[in-house]
């Protein structure tokens, strides 16, 4: 499949990336030219540079990267015939189905082909894909595109409809794959294709529940078991990097701190509250009293070392130097910078495509005869 040397060559089919929403396939055909809003390139230019380069525009604005094909970038790629299976649920399907090296696979229909590039690189060239396609010219495009991508020899493309005519093949196969409108027409079809000497798998691809329980009956009449239905749901994860400049430790003993020095405030107030009322009085005897707080959870002392020093500068309180101190300390520089993830996940649930139904079709060898037992009259050795 596609090239595996280094360099481009001419004739290559190759992806150019421009943004993460804007994919495309090219054949490098020296003569021509690519252009785009990031820019004007000659295809002349990609050849003989590695896979992979980034390639700056002929005008000197914008640049492309000009890659190497694979299953997962052909499906952001290709040109869309019809709707298409995405990453998401090809490797679902393809681990779920068991499909290996040297695996022998149907798929129906063929589409635009992006299950079938998937299929074709998984299962090698010991292994081979039957893909089948009842449009005619959608047939004959992927028959051309898989012959440009060197999957001939792995893939067979015919143009048939499966509900109605079968697979028609004198080989049987290891799994079957059916993305059609009506699969449960091609379920006894599938049946007859599947080898019966070892455990098969089918999966159909269905976008509503309807036609989910119409393939799972169908599926129970045919005899396939442990059918199970499954849904691809992309979450995205948020991970980004945040400093962190202190460590927890650190952050801890801040915000004890700081609850002292709001509990210092709110004494200051008080005790400031207190000095007021003391003067209005006009207390002859400055003696130390006591007064308990507007929300009658403490009692303080209205502490001498708080009332004029005699040089006309109040003195401070206790309470007042501890407040300065941990505020000295919170000025200190922060422990050793550090660095730690944050990853958050993204609510929306984009992406619904189909509903995967999976089901199994148990070995149909006859079941060789128990041993008999001695108590039914087993020779004892
Ligand atoms: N899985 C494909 C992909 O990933 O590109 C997309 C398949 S597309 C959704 C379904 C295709 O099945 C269409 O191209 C349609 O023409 C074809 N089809 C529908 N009924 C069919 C039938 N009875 N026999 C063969 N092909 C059929």
């Given at each position: 499949?596609?090239?595996?040397?280094?360099?481009?060559?001419?004739?290559?089919?190759?992806?150019?990336?421009?943004?993460?929403?804007?994919v495309q396939p090219l054949v490098v055909t020296p003569g021509k030219d690519f252009n785009s809003k990031f820019?004007?390139?000659?295809?002349?230019?990609?050849?003989?540079?590695?896979?992979?380069?980034?390639?700056?525009?002929?005008?000197?604005?914008?640049?492309?990267?000009?890659?190497?094909?694979?299953?997962?970038?052909?499906?952001?790629?290709?040109?869309?015939?019809?709707?298409?299976?995405?990453?998401?649920?090809?490797?679902?399907?393809?681990?779920?189905?068991?499909?290996?090296?040297?695996?022998?696979?149907?798929e129906a229909g063929t589409g635009s082909g992006s299950f079938s590039h998937s299929v074709a690189r998984s299962?090698?060239?010991?292994?081979?894909?039957?893909?089948?396609?009842?449009?005619?010219?959608?047939?004959?495009?992927?028959?051309?595109?898989?012959?440009?991508?060197?999957?001939?020899?792995?893939?067979?493309?015919?143009?048939?409809?499966?509900?109605?005519?079968?697979?028609?093949?004198?080989?049987?196969?290891?799994?079957?794959?059916?993305?059609?409108?009506?699969?449960?027409?091609?379920?006894?079809?599938?049946?007859?294709?599947?080898?019966?000497?070892?455990?098969?798998?089918?999966?159909?691809?269905?976008?509503?529940?309807?036609?989910?329980?119409?393939?799972?009956?169908?599926?129970?009449?045919?005899?396939?078991?442990?059918?199970?239905?499954?849904?691809?749901?992309?979450?995205?994860?948020?991970?980004?990097?945040?400093?962190?400049?202190?460590?927890?430790?650190?952050?801890?003993?801040?915000?004890?701190?700081?609850?002292?020095?709001?509990?210092?405030?709110?004494?200051?107030?008080?005790?400031?509250?207190?000095?007021?009322?003391?003067?209005?009085?006009?207390?002859?005897?400055?003696?130390?009293?006591?007064?308990?707080?507007?929300?009658?959870?403490?009692?303080?002392?209205?502490?001498?070392?708080?009332?004029?020093?005699?040089?006309?500068?109040?003195?401070?309180?206790?309470?007042?130097?501890?407040?300065?101190?941990?505020?000295?300390?919170?000025?200190?520089?922060?422990?050793?910078?550090?660095?730690?993830?944050?990853?958050?996940?993204?609510?929306?649930?984009?992406?619904?495509?189909?509903y995967l139904t999976f089901a199994t079709l148990l070995p149909s060898m006859p079941i060789p005869p128990a041993?008999?037992?001695?108590?039914?009259?087993?020779?004892?050795?």
């Amino acid at each position: 499949m596609w090239s595996t040397a280094r360099e481009i060559a001419a004739g290559d089919t190759v992806i150019i990336w421009l943004t993460r929403e804007l994919v495309q396939p090219l054949v490098v055909t020296p003569g021509k030219d690519f252009n785009s809003k990031f820019g004007n390139y000659r295809h002349s230019d990609f050849v003989g540079m590695p896979y992979g380069s980034k390639v700056g525009s002929r005008t000197g604005k914008g640049f492309i990267h000009v890659l190497r094909p694979t299953p997962e970038l052909w499906t952001l790629a290709l040109p869309h015939r019809t709707q298409i299976l995405y990453i998401a649920d090809i490797s679902l399907i393809i681990s779920y189905l068991d499909i290996r090296r040297g695996s022998r696979v149907i798929e129906a229909g063929t589409g635009s082909g992006s299950f079938s590039h998937s299929v074709a690189r998984s299962i090698g060239s010991s292994g081979h894909l039957w893909s089948y396609e009842f449009h005619e010219a959608r047939a004959k495009k992927a028959k051309e595109e898989f012959a440009q991508h060197g999957m001939s020899d792995i893939v067979t493309l015919t143009h048939q409809n499966v509900c109605k005519d079968g697979f028609n093949l004198t080989d049987t196969v290891d799994s079957v794959f059916l993305d059609l409108p009506a699969p449960w027409d091609a379920v006894e079809h599938a049946k007859q294709a599947l080898r019966k000497d070892r455990t098969t798998r089918i999966c159909c691809f269905s976008p509503c529940m309807e036609q989910v329980l119409r393939t799972v009956s169908a599926l129970n009449d045919a005899g396939f078991s442990d059918i199970t239905m499954y849904e691809t749901l992309v979450r995205p994860q948020d991970v980004s990097p945040i400093p962190v400049l202190q460590s927890i430790n650190d952050v801890a003993d801040k915000l004890k701190k700081a609850e002292g020095i709001r509990e210092i405030k709110r004494l200051r107030q008080i005790a400031a509250g207190q000095r007021h009322n003391s003067n209005n009085n006009n207390d002859p005897h400055g003696e130390k009293r006591k007064r308990t707080s507007s929300d009658g959870e403490q009692e303080v002392p209205l502490v001498a070392d708080g009332e004029d020093s005699g040089n006309g500068k109040r003195l401070k309180t206790d309470d007042e130097d501890m407040m300065d101190d941990v505020l000295e300390d919170s000025a200190a520089p922060a422990a050793t910078p550090a660095k730690i993830s944050l990853s958050k996940t993204i609510p929306e649930v984009r992406g619904h495509t189909s509903y995967l139904t999976f089901a199994t079709l148990l070995p149909s060898m006859p079941i060789p005869p128990a041993a008999p037992t001695a108590a039914q009259g087993a020779s004892p050795s």
